[in-house]
């Protein structure tokens, strides 16, 4: 994304990050190399930047951003981009570029399926001098203007990293004066962190990055330099097993609150370091839920074997995930239809349910469902199967 940006010629990019490289991180973050393995993702960023396009001025933030920092780094931009790799860095990017007035590009992947949006609750654009955030996995932001040497009058963009980013462009009166929603009229608030997986635990396929990154990049151009339709009041969901493009349609949601502080302290007044301002009081977390290791099911596999302990063990994963690996008397039952009646003939609601997933992101969430519909003694597994690979049974196939 940042790339496509600076060979557009974008004239100043800004990156937020404070995070270093992994070499995890190069089969879907293509701007870094081995070579930068362990150093400053920002600064790797940029000098990638700078290879491509020496003319784009790159601004650097070697920093996270938090509910402190957001509203002084973002408003030197004009457009927000978003490539966030964690909720509460979302939410955050989202309410800041809301209360400035900002569009905000946002782009999700998790394993094989990518999301690409435009939120914006602006009025018309009026400055003559446009400019762009984009924000990725630990927060980075950049701006530009056209690929000639810069200037003073030439419209800016400002790219960020994992955390946020924006853009805004000349000329682009025509696509400003149509407000749109924001990333709560779709998501109100965000999820539990225990509810969904990361891409850390789920995986995600590199090259849906670089779909779902140029998509992010088009509706940058677009913004920038006013044309075309864009994906405001739309999702553009990417199914990369059926290599399916469908565009899901949405509104501003009644009960989402509109932000308009008059002054800019007072924007920044709701946000915290931890996470971004929410429009109601957060519940209590709920208690840890009950788990066991990998070793204690193998444990308790054994005991149910001879007779001395009685429980059910319910696979959580999809079909596909079952087939590459799967522990010894299981049961499939996808978290899809985890309250389907043939689900419930498979775990009776009277009976010891323990769950497990790759991880266990979603038998966390399996367990929460059951115990709220009825059943009364549900564990889950620390780890999931990649844990039983590891510690149990290493001749297990890992993925």
């Known amino acids: 994304m940042l790339l496509y940006l600076a060979g557009a010629g974008v004239g100043t990019i800004g990156v937020v990050d404070d995070d270093t490289i992994d070499v995890s991180n190069l089969q879907r973050q293509t701007v870094h190399t081995t070579a930068a393995v362990g150093t400053s993702k920002a600064q790797s960023a940029a000098a990638s930047i700078r290879r491509l396009n020496p003319l784009v001025n790159v601004e650097v ?17 004009d457009l ?22 900002m569009p905000y590009v946002w782009g999700s992947v998790l394993r094989f399926d990518g999301q690409v949006s435009v939120f914006w609750q602006a009025e018309a654009a009026t400055p003559s001098e446009p400019a762009a955030v984009v924000t990725g996995a630990a927060g980075s932001g950049a701006s530009a203007t056209h690929a000639e040497p810069i200037e003073p009058a030439e419209p800016a963009a400002t790219v960020a990293g994992a955390t946020g980013s924006g853009a805004t462009a000349a000329h682009a009166e025509p696509i400003a004066a149509r407000r749109g929603p924001t990333l709560r009229d779709v998501f109100p608030t965000p999820p539990n962190d225990d509810d969904v997986e990361s891409c850390a635990i789920a995986g995600v396929l590199g090259p849906l990055c670089a779909t779902v990154g140029a998509a992010m990049a088009t509706e940058a151009m677009k913004l920038i330099v006013g044309f075309g339709d864009l994906l405001l009041g739309r999702i553009l969901v990417v199914d990369a097993l059926d290599s399916s493009y469908t565009t899901v349609e949405f509104q501003r949601s009644p009960a989402s609150p509109r932000t308009s502080p008059p002054e800019f302290t007072e924007r920044r007044a709701p946000m915290t370091d931890e996470s971004a301002a929410t429009p109601a009081p957060t519940p209590a977390p709920a208690p840890a839920a009950p788990s066991l290791t990998a070793p204690e099911l193998a ?101």
Do not use: K
């Not at 938090?66 to 973002?74: E, H, I, S």
């Not at 389907?340 to 769950?355: W, Y």
């Open 61 to 77: 933030h070697e920093t996270r951003l938090t509910g402190r920092n957001a509203a002084r780094l973002l408003s030197a931009y």
């Open 299 to 399: 444990a308790r596999l054994a005991a149910r074997e001879q007779g001395t302990d009685d429980f059910v063990l319910v696979d959580v994963r999809e079909p596909w995930e079952r087939e590459l690996v799967a522990i010894p008397g299981s049961a499939l039952v996808p978290l899809s239809s985890i309250l389907s009646d043939a689900a419930q003939e498979i775990m009776p609601r009277d009976e010891t349910v323990i769950v497990h997933c790759h991880h266990d992101g979603r038998s966390r969430h399996a367990r929460e469902v059951l115990l709220q519909a009825g059943w009364s003694n549900v564990t889950f597994v620390e780890g999931g199967i990649d844990a039983w690979a590891t510690e149990v049974d290493p001749s297990q196939p890992r993925y």
């Open 80 to 101: 927000v981009i978003d490539g966030t790799d964690n909720f509460d860095a979302r939410y955050l990017a989202n309410d800041t570029a809301a209360l400035l007035g």
